[in-house]
């Protein structure tokens, strides 16, 4: 019986058309003998229709021949949520404080999308926005009927000066922590 050799394989996200020789990429690719340029160039070209910068998981094949195949699925969940609820970042202390909020209108377009990866081909859509729900759960983003459009640009005018707080809260803890080194 012939011993089965499983070729190196690789999940990374990369942003759609910014595939670089540089960290922390290019290194990942070398250790495992992929040719870096050839890789990079066969990546932007195929996501040269996709909005430059959109973070894709890729699942990255390398063949005995160095040869490898790029198997790209959807963007994550988490980025389409803060899309959807126009945030940069999510809450830091979930649960606690809402960073955003998103319609049940906006969960069945995201869900509808993510089906179309192979992680969920089996599930149903149902299941996929359950899911979806629970990640923005996860990022502090709250779920709602409907969405006011004033209402909301209020809470995003509130809510970016209780972001900028605690940016100067983690800046501060970052300077006691250097100056005791």
């Known amino acids: 019986m012939e011993k089965i ?11 759609a058309g910014k595939a670089a020789a540089a960290p922390p990429l ?5 250790q495992r003998g992929i040719q870096i340029a050839a890789f990079c160039k066969d990546f932007n070209e195929k996501t040269k229709e996709i909005k430059p910068g959109v973070p894709l998981p890729t699942r990255i094949t390398v063949n005995p021949d160095r040869s490898f195949s790029i198997m790209m699925h959807q963007p994550p969940v988490t980025y389409f949520l803060k899309q ?31 089906c179309q990866d192979p992680t969920f081909e089996n599930i149903s859509l149902q299941e996929v926005c359950k899911r979806v729900i629970g990640t923005a759960h996860s990022i502090g983003v709250e779920v709602v009927q409907h969405l006011d459009a004033t209402d909301y640009a209020q809470f995003l005018e509130e809510r970016q000066e ?3 707080q605690q940016q100067e809260e983690l800046e501060e803890l970052r300077q006691s922590k250097m100056l005791r080194l």
């Open 5 to 15: 050799k499983h070729p190196p394989f690789l999940k990374v996200n990369i942003p």
């Open 26 to 30: 290019g290194p990942q690719l070398g």
């Open 84 to 114: 959807a609820a126009g945030i940069k970042k999510g809450a830091m202390k979930a649960g606690q404080e809402t960073a955003g909020k998103v319609s049940l209108k906006h969960i069945y377009e995201i869900a509808s999308i993510k």
């Open 162 to 164: 209780i972001v900028e």
